[in-house]
């Protein structure tokens, strides 16, 4: 059974920093595509980054030089960095994982097999 739990949420000042983090269970975060969504109240939920089982990243280009994705094979972990944070950034962001996505398909919610719960984050003045 697979099994994605997010975590390091919180409220936060713009300009502030937060980690999430992704630990799996039931499957081993190498060999998947992690990738990690947004959704705000009222909206679509969107993509933000991934770490690709290849190691290769990809960001939406709001979060391009803010963000960072990194991944730990030992923990089975993927985290997600977030820098120089913005209210517009105010959003739940959940893990999702998928070992067959392919390049062109990396950004739509609909091809991820396997999602967490959310963490919510919220940056307010």
């Known amino acids: 059974q697979v099994q994605l739990v997010e975590s390091g949420g919180g409220l936060v000042q713009p300009g502030d920093s937060l980690r999430l983090s992704c630990t799996a269970s039931g499957i081993s975060v190498r060999r998947y595509h992690m990738g990690w969504f947004r959704q705000a109240p009222g909206k679509e939920r969107e993509f933000v980054a991934i770490?690709?089982?290849?190691?290769?990243?990809v960001y939406e280009d709001s979060v391009k030089g803010r963000f960072t994705v990194s991944r730990d094979n030992v923990k089975n972990e993927v985290y997600l960095q977030m820098n120089s944070l913005r209210p517009e950034d105010t959003a739940t962001y959940y893990c999702a994982a998928d070992s067959r996505l392919i390049w062109s398909s990396q950004r739509t919610a609909e091809h991820y097999d396997h999602w967490g719960q959310g963490t919510q984050v919220t940056v307010s003045s």
């Open positions: 770490f690709r089982s290849d190691s290769r990243t």
